[in-house]
C-alpha cells in the first residue's frame, strides 16, 4: 500500500472543519490510520484468520466502510473459495478510486482481487443478504449514533446461522479517571509514532463531532439485543477494540 506520509495537521490551520474522507486522506490514509489506531494490522490481519473460519460456502462476505480495502483484502487472500464474492462499501469516492488503484497495482493473485467488488454507496441504504461474515473495522463508530440498532438489525437479519459480524471500534469509558488515562494512552502512541502535540490537537478537534464512540458496554448490550447469540471481546489495545459477534 501507499507509503505517503500524514502531514495534514501539522501546520497550525485557520479554520478547523469537521473530519471527513476527501481525496488528501485517502491518499495518506494508510499511513495515517496505522500510525493512528493501536493494532489495526493485528486486526487487519485476524479479521483474514477468522473469516476465513466462519465462511459458510455460497455465502457473499461484506466490508462496511471499506476505505481502501484492506480488511477485504485480508478476507479474500485468507478464503479459499473460487466463487468468493467480497462486497465492500464505501460511500467515500476518493477512498473507493484509490482503493481500486492499488487492487490494481498489488501483487495480489488476479483471482483474490476479482472476488473483491467496491460500492459507493452509504451502509445504512444497502441490502445485505445471503452472509456469513460481515466486518465493520472502525465504521460505525462514524454512524448517527440513532442509527446504528437498525443497521445492526439488517446485518443480523441477512446473515445465515453461525455467521459473523466482527466489529472493531474506539471506546469511550463512563469513568472519567478511566477515561482520562485510556486517552493519555492512546496519545502516547501517536506521540512515539511521530505525530506531534498540535496534530494530535488539531485532528482531535476536527475529528470529535464526527467519531462518536460508545462503551464497551453499550455495544455488547446492543449485538445482544439485536440477537447475536454470543458476542466476545476479542482484541484491545488501549481504547481500540474488536469484537465478534455469532448469529
Ligand atoms: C479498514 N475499515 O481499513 N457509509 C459508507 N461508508 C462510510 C459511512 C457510511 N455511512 N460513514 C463512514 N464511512 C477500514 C477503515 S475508516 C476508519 C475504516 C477510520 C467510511 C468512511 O468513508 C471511511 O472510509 C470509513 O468508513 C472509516 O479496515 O478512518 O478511523
Given at each position: ?31 495515517m ?78 483471482s ?54 466482527i ?64 458476542v ?16
Open positions: 500500500m501507499s507509503t505517503n506520509l500524514d502531514t495534514l495537521y501539522s501546520r497550525p490551520l485557520d479554520k478547523l472543519v469537521d473530519f471527513n474522507f476527501d481525496e488528501k486522506v485517502a491518499n495518506v490514509f494508510p499511513d490510520i496505522n500510525r493512528s489506531v493501536p493494532g489495526y494490522a493485528s486486526i487487519v490481519a485476524m479479521t483474514g484468520i477468522l473469516s476465513a473460519e466462519f465462511f459458510q460456502p455460497h455465502t457473499q462476505c461484506y466490508d462496511l466502510g471499506c476505505s481502501l480495502g484492506a480488511s477485504a483484502l485480508s478476507m479474500a487472500k485468507a478464503i479459499k473459495e473460487d466463487s468468493l464474492k467480497i462486497i465492500a462499501v464505501d460511500n467515500s469516492q476518493a477512498m473507493l478510486q484509490k482503493a481500486e488503484l492499488l487492487l490494481q497495482q498489488s501483487e495480489t493473485s488476479e483474490t482481487s476479482k472476488c473483491i467488488e467496491f460500492i459507493c454507496d452509504d451502509i445504512n441504504k444497502i441490502d445485505v443478504v445471503n452472509t456469513s461474515v460481515v466486518v465493520m473495522n472502525f465504521t460505525l463508530q462514524f454512524i448517527l449514533p440513532a442509527q446504528r440498532s437498525e443497521l445492526l438489525k439488517k446485518i443480523y437479519q441477512g446473515m445465515n446461522k453461525g455467521g459473523i459480524l466489529l472493531s471500534e474506539k471506546l469511550n469509558y463512563n469513568d472519567t479517571e478511566q477515561q482520562q488515562l485510556l486517552i493519555d494512552m492512546h496519545h502516547f502512541f501517536k506521540k512515539a509514532n511521530g505525530y506531534s502535540d498540535l496534530e494530535i490537537s488539531q485532528k482531535r478537534q476536527t475529528i470529535e463531532n464526527v467519531l462518536l464512540p460508545e462503551t464497551l458496554e453499550d455495544h455488547k448490550l446492543r449485538l445482544k439485543k439485536t440477537g447475536f447469540k454470543q466476545e471481546q476479542w482484541f484491545q489495545c488501549f481504547n481500540f477494540s474488536s469484537l465478534i459477534a455469532i448469529k
